[in-house]
């Protein structure tokens, strides 16, 4: 028996299968002696738990003389491998599947470096060290280059140091598939009004100029622009609203569109939901 592979029953299931999943995943293979799929399947887990070396635990438990571990478990054909990670089933499958096929289910149980890294980074911006997380970041981005994730922690932490044009830069190396998502979205909305707000004019010169020309949309836009920018939603919102009812059609209905990015990048925010009702109002006048 490998290292990383146990026999496993109900006197020691809870110690190395419950206990064992709090530290690393633990992968059970439900089989019996009598059952063909199961001896092609076990082999195939063997090799897999001594070649990952411990990223992985494997108990393999006799169906037949463990049904009420089997029960237990709803293990109602065999081979049926169950995959727990806190003490808690996550993920499983039945069958004798290909190697391949279990390399993949393997991978989705256990965490790449650069996962880890991402846990990482989290904390030391939780803790105010935005400069070391970014380091760590790179160094996740390094070690799997196709993580996106890593690549939006990253784009929205630049945004939030205010360096505008390196998140952009991120985030438009992004698949066109995760652009679409909910976070990329928001964060590319986040990114488009930060670069907005710092090509507009200065604050009080526009409200200078719409002071002078109250129909003098650009100014308002670049108002609407700076005033989400540097998180004023509320005021930004309401400046997008007052330009619809100036002029909704102004620009190819320039402001109803930036109002939707800010609903966009605000997400799940209460806001939405109440300024969507007052856009709603606005359209129906």
Avoid: H
């Amino acid at each position: 028996m490998g290292q990383y592979a146990y026999d496993v029953d109900s006197s020691n299931f809870q110690g190395i299968v419950i206990e064992g999943s709090r530290q690393v995943p633990v992968v059970v293979d439900f089989w019996a002696e009598w059952c063909g799929p199961c001896k092609m399947l076990k082999p195939v887990l063997e090799k897999l738990a001594a070649e990952y070396g411990g990223q992985f635990i494997l108990a393999k438990v006799d169906s037949d003389k463990n049904q009420e571990l089997a029960a237990r478990y709803g293990v109602r054909g065999i081979p049926n491998v169950k995959a727990f990670v806190g003490g808690e089933i996550v993920d499983e499958f039945s069958g004798a599947l290909p190697e391949g096929a279990v390399r993949e289910f393997l991978d989705r149980l256990i965490p790449s470096p650069a996962e880890e890294l991402r846990l990482k980074a989290a904390e030391l911006k939780a803790a105010g060290d935005a400069a070391q997380a970014l380091q760590v970041l790179a160094e996740a981005s390094r070690l799997d280059t196709g993580n996106e994730e890593v690549r939006l922690d990253a784009a929205e932490l630049l945004l939030e140091l205010d360096q505008v044009e390196e998140a952009r830069r991120l985030l438009d190396s992004l698949a066109p598939v995760t652009r679409m998502e909910e976070r990329a979205a928001r964060l590319i909305a986040k990114a488009d009004f930060a670069t907005a707000g710092q090509a507009g004019a200065d604050e009080q010169a526009l409200r200078d100029r719409i002071a002078r020309e109250p129909k003098d949309m650009e100014a308002r836009l670049q108002l609407a622009n700076l005033l989400v920018a540097s998180g004023r939603y509320e005021a930004g919102m309401d400046a997008l609203l007052e330009m619809i009812a100036i002029d909704r059609a102004w620009n190819d209905e320039a402001a109803r569109k930036t109002l939707l990015s800010v609903f966009n990048m605000l997400g799940a925010s209460p806001l939405v939901s109440q300024y969507r009702r007052r856009l709603a109002s606005a359209l129906n006048v």
